[in-house]
């Protein structure tokens, strides 16, 4: 499944993100998860649990994917 996430301003943090679409339960799961290698971004295993991601950029982690849109590009599409 493929979620689409609004990005308000200029970036969201990695950790943020994987909370804010409810794939981890809290900042704590998500740091840990990020650590131990779970998270791809761009098709690339990330393990910078604050990596500022923009739009544009693809997040895989649990058999999902999240892509990142600009905030005008959601409200327009």
Do not use: W, Y
Not at 9 to 15: A, K, M, S, V
Not at 49 to 62: E, M, N, W
């Amino acid at each position: 499944m493929t979620i689409r996430f609004s990005v308000e301003g200029e970036f969201i943090q990695l950790d943020q993100l994987l909370k804010a679409v409810g794939l981890c339960g809290s900042g704590g799961e998500a740091k840990q998860r990020v650590a131990d290698g779970d998270v791809f971004v761009d098709g690339d295993i990330e393990n910078r649990k604050r990596a500022k991601l923009r739009p544009g950029q693809r997040v895989d982690f649990a058999g999902e994917t999240i892509e990142l849109v600009a905030a005008d590009v959601v409200a327009t599409a």
